[in-house]
């Protein structure tokens, strides 16, 4: 009897090792806390809790919380569900899903997509239940979430979700008292109204956007209004280069055309300076400042290429985004469809092009840094799948008018998003230098209580509608006028043209300058 004591105890203490050392380490699927935790049942049919529920809003947006391949994607008893088969014989089900972004084999990374939350059991609770399976036995997740360390991920944020009175108190204890709990929002201030001095002791890295440059003068809006006016001392504070990490501060002086490139190679570029930051200041966090197409560099390093990357990089405490076209931009999807839609487009593109590649201000359209940012992008969904590094909190800051970067197109569903007032004439540069998006950044970057909403963040992307709605009318405004006779002028001049290459059209042709040029003499005579 003892020895069967002996043995059962012996069974509860080196099992549980066994499954924490030999399963993946996971990352939360969601951002919550956990309402409802692990509890084992006695037996196989016995009742239970078999795996623990994230007290969440409905429309959160779950991520696999290890990679591996999804087994099943679907629903059961009308609520959705999603099966992910790991590493050493374990699988995990994300449940109380709505909308399933997954389907059944394919092969997800940690942090991907899989769906979003709607409601948990039965009562209409929102919420996300997790549960991890090794072999036929549930396993406690949250030993597996305890593995390793996760501090750096751990924020202190206000509560910006109250749970309603009629929720359990299992569900309501998750939560701090409402009477002792920090405000939902706070009013936003502008940078003027707030201390002088950095929101937090970060290392700096700001990214300009497209058609920037620093070399034969500066003119990138990130770089002239840059980290440094939120606070930053300048020794702490870097600068992307589109052209590499040789030069003064890491930053190697890059042309407009150096912007022009694949978005990809970018981020490669973005990994290599944070390999040297995190050299240069060991064990320091870092924030990225990012305006327009850095926006998008930055996410791209965040979703994939520090992911796969075996080199020891900085944690990315914060993103900021000016003016990112997280949903792309209508304007970059201009050049194709004026090419292939319209008979005058293609050359008016072809065109632009040119004065670009000679040193116009404004951006190559039929560069490939421009064909990513068109809505529907391979880049731009490849992204879409994917979250961002744990423990990176983000902020999208976008401004009503911005003909380039709509507001509705600046929004990023997974960070705090905000429309600040118009700030000038021209929304796109100068929401950088914004003096009240400014200092929503500044709160967001000491991790205060996020900006209430008001009238513009309601507004703001309507207009933004209607901005991106007008100018997609410009392929069929141009198609129009092309039907009302350009388009017949333009083909009697390209069928006047075929006819000079012909032998026959070039007699004709001798003979009329021939005519004309006596015609010409005679009046030159008086006659």
């Known amino acids: 009897m003892l020895r069967f004591g002996a043995s059962i105890v012996l069974w509860l203490v080196l099992v549980p090792a066994t499954v924490v050392e030999a399963a993946p380490l996971l990352i939360p699927p969601v951002d919550a806390p956990v309402a409802v935790p692990f509890d ?15 007290a969440t809003p409905a429309g959160t947006r779950v991520r696999a919380a290890a990679s591996g391949i999804v087994t099943f994607a679907g629903r059961v008893a009308g609520t959705g569900a999603v099966t992910v088969a790991h590493d050493s014989g374990y699988e995990s089900t994300y449940t109380s899903l709505g909308d399933i972004e997954v389907v059944r084999g394919d092969l997800v990374r940690s942090g991907t997509w899989l769906g979003t939350t709607d409601v948990s059991h039965p009562g209409g609770r929102p919420g996300l239940h997790f549960a991890v399976k090794w072999g036929d036995r549930y396993v406690d997740p949250g030993l597996l979430l305890g ?73 990138a809006d990130m770089y002239e209004h840059g980290p440094e006016e939120l606070g930053y001392p300048p020794h702490r504070v870097y600068r992307f280069s589109y052209a590499g990490i040789d030069g003064r501060m890491l930053h190697h002086p890059y042309r407009r055309e150096d912007t022009f490139g694949d978005v990809r190679k970018a981020a490669d570029g973005l990994r290599r300076l944070l390999r040297v930051v995190a050299l240069r200041h060991p064990g320091a966090r870092v924030d990225l400042f990012a305006h327009s197409l850095g ?43 004026l090419s292939t839609e319209t008979l005058t487009g293609g050359p008016l593109v072809d065109g632009l092009s040119a004065l670009s590649r000679l040193g116009a201000p404004w951006p190559d359209p039929r560069s490939p ?3 990513q940012l ?26 009503p008018n911005d003909p ?55 507004w703001g992307p309507r207009v933004g509608r209607a ?15 092309e039907s009302l006779g350009v388009g017949r002028i333009l083909r009697i001049g390209r069928l006047g043209r075929d006819l000079t290459r012909t032998r026959a059209g070039r007699i004709a042709g001798r003979l009329a300058g021939r005519l004309l040029h006596r015609a010409g003499v005679e009046v030159m005579q008086g006659r």
């Open 374 to 399: 068109a809505p529907g992008s391979d880049l731009l969904r490849d992204m879409s799948r994917e979250s961002v590094i744990y423990g990176t909190r983000a902020l999208a800051l976008a401004t």
């Open 467 to 481: 901005l991106a709605f007008a100018e997609s009318q410009a392929v069929r405004g141009l198609a129009a006028l």
């Open 147 to 219: 593995t390793f360390d996760v501090s750096a991920a751990i924020h202190l944020a206000p509560l910006v979700w109250q749970p309603p009175a009629a929720m359990p108190a299992a569900f309501r204890s998750a939560f701090a008292d409402a009477g002792t709990a920090e405000p939902l929002c706070r009013a936003p201030r502008a940078l003027t109204d707030l201390p002088s001095r950095p929101p937090n002791d970060n290392i700096a890295v700001a990214i300009a956007g497209l058609s920037s440059r620093t070399r034969g003068g500066l003119d």
């Open 40 to 54: 084992a049942p006695a037996h196989r049919f016995a009742p239970g809790h078999r795996g623990i529920d994230y």
């Open 369 to 371: 840094a421009v064909a």
């Open 404 to 458: 380039v970067v709509t507001a509705d197109r600046a929004l990023w569903r997974d960070a705090r998003s905000t429309v600040v007032p118009p700030a000038g004439i021209y929304g796109h540069s100068a929401i950088v230098s914004s003096d009240l998006a400014q200092g929503v950044a500044h709160a967001f970057l000491r991790d205060a209580a996020p900006a209430c909403r008001g009238a513009w963040d309601l």
């Open 295 to 337: 926006g998008l560099v930055a996410r791209r390093y965040l979703t994939h290429t520090a992911k796969l990357s075996s080199q020891r990089l900085p944690q990315i405490e914060h993103l900021v985004t000016f003016a990112t076209p997280h949903r792309g931009s209508i304007l970059a999807e201009l050049p194709d469809r």
